[in-house]
């Protein structure tokens, strides 16, 4: 199992990113998939969970409203839209699938200043 995430970046608060996620080494459509976050000094916290045929979405309750995860099984590739970012968006962002054991990217670094 091998999880790239890309499009990480600094951006005003208020700005938008567009995270993506490459999946290889299992069969994406099969999965559900999340995103999680950590900022320095905290723990990860789960961000947003799509399953496997991207019908079903959930957010957590900081996010909802603002992100949109979406996934397209044809490029086995994850996304999350992040609009109205805020400062305490601010974190490394990693995509997550559980197969057999959980499976983490490196990680993109998110900065949200002004």
């Known amino acids: 199992v091998q999880l790239v995430e890309s499009g990480g970046g600094l951006v005003q608060p208020g700005g938008s990113l567009r995270l993506s996620c490459a999946a290889s080494?299992?069969?994406?459509?099969?999965?559900?998939m999340n995103w999680y976050r950590q900022a320095p000094g905290k723990e990860r916290e789960w961000v947003a969970g799509i399953s496997s045929a991207g019908a079903s979405t959930d957010y957590a309750s900081s996010v909802r409203g603002r992100f949109t995860i979406s996934r397209n099984n044809a490029k086995n590739t994850l996304y999350l839209q992040m609009n109205s970012l805020k400062p305490e968006d601010s974190a490394v962002y990693f995509c997550?699938?559980?197969?057999?054991?959980?499976?983490w990217g490196q990680g993109t670094q998110v900065t949200v200043s002004s």
């Open positions: 997550n699938v559980v197969v057999t054991n959980s499976h």
């Open positions: 080494g299992f069969i994406f459509n099969r999965y559900v």
